[in-house]
């Protein structure tokens, strides 16, 4: 190996934080035993349970539902359902997403919507899910511990994701390739230059400002603005990260979404198109965050992606 001419600077290199998705595929991601906590009551033609997993040697709680009958001979399909963000102190296991985790666990998958750290009574700390790798961390976790749920089939899981959880479903599929097939409503899937400057939700959704705005003050003080190191902020950002995406997927988005801005799924569309990857790109006129008008026409249509890409 040549030396380097003496007195010429030595490049710094660039910390890998703990967020850069570099540094996250270094990880290992164990999962654990899934532990049935509590037993719930039926769904129409389906189980449900709270079921628990280790993460980072937390216990975290989520919903999980399981078909009726004999399972099939590889398992049952898996959606691992990423939900969008609610104030930890207000989050229930079992409230919120009702109808969407019926609609999918009616379709004969199995569906778990881990708590995420912090959130009920699961353990742990809430965080940001823009300004750290827990959340994700905790996903990656449920993706390993149900791969290891006797009833699974661990080469048929999927992944769903809400606004916030759509960022968080976006990061792991370019972290792990074993996801199979994802769908995205109303995602946080820009890039944090564009997270920085073009997202203002509206006072009173999400997370409060010291959240919101703690980790952007952070990064900005130790890296700079992203024109000024934009190195380390793609880093961070899986929109940088796209061409290591496998799996195919699909974005769902309403157009009159005052909390996340349509332009965030057109953009993920259009780089997905570029980079010549699977992608169904479906908008809703005059629809909300929660796409809550057209609710039935996409929630068929994202039944109906998994059941194509997912189920075979």
Request: no cysteine; glycine share 8%.
């Amino acid at each position: 190996m040549a030396s380097p001419q003496s007195g010429a600077p030595t490049p710094t290199p660039l910390p890998l934080v703990p967020l850069a998705i570099d540094y996250m595929r270094q990880q290992e991601y164990p999962g654990s035993d899934l532990v049935i906590e509590q037993r719930l009551a039926a769904g129409g033609n389906y189980q449900r349970y709270i079921a628990s997993y280790r993460s980072d040697g937390l216990k975290i709680n989520g919903l999980l539902t399981v078909p009726n009958g004999p399972k099939p001979a590889t398992g049952w399909p898996v959606i691992i359902f990423n939900h969008g963000y609610i104030p930890p102190a207000q989050y229930r296991t079992t409230e919120r997403y009702v109808a969407y985790v019926d609609a999918f666990a009616r379709r004969g998958y199995i569906v778990f919507k881990s708590d995420y750290r912090g959130h009920g009574s699961s353990e742990g700390q809430p965080a940001s899910a823009y300004g750290s790798p827990d959340y994700t961390i905790d996903v990656l976790n449920a993706v390993a511990t149900l791969k290891r749920y006797p009833d699974a089939d661990p080469n048929r899981i999927g992944m769903w994701g809400h606004s916030m959880g759509g960022n968080l479903t976006l990061r792991v599929l370019v972290i792990d390739h074993d996801i199979k097939a994802a769908v995205i409503w109303a995602g946080v899937v820009a890039s944090y230059q564009d997270l920085l400057e073009k997202w203002h939700p509206p006072a009173g959704s999400g997370p409060p400002p010291s959240i919101r705005n703690g980790w952007r003050q952070a990064f900005i003080a130790r890296f700079g603005t992203p024109e000024e190191n934009p190195t380390f902020w793609n880093s961070i950002s899986p929109t940088a990260y796209l061409d290591d995406v496998t799996a195919p997927i699909q974005l769902d988005h309403g157009t009159a979404d005052e909390e996340v801005p349509l332009a965030f799924s057109q953009t993920l569309a259009q780089q997905l198109q570029a980079d010549s990857k699977t992608v169904e790109f479906y908008t809703y006129p005059g629809d909300n965050h929660n796409i809550s008008n057209s609710f039935w026409l996409a929630m068929q249509r994202s039944v109906a992606f998994f059941d194509r890409y997912l189920r075979g």
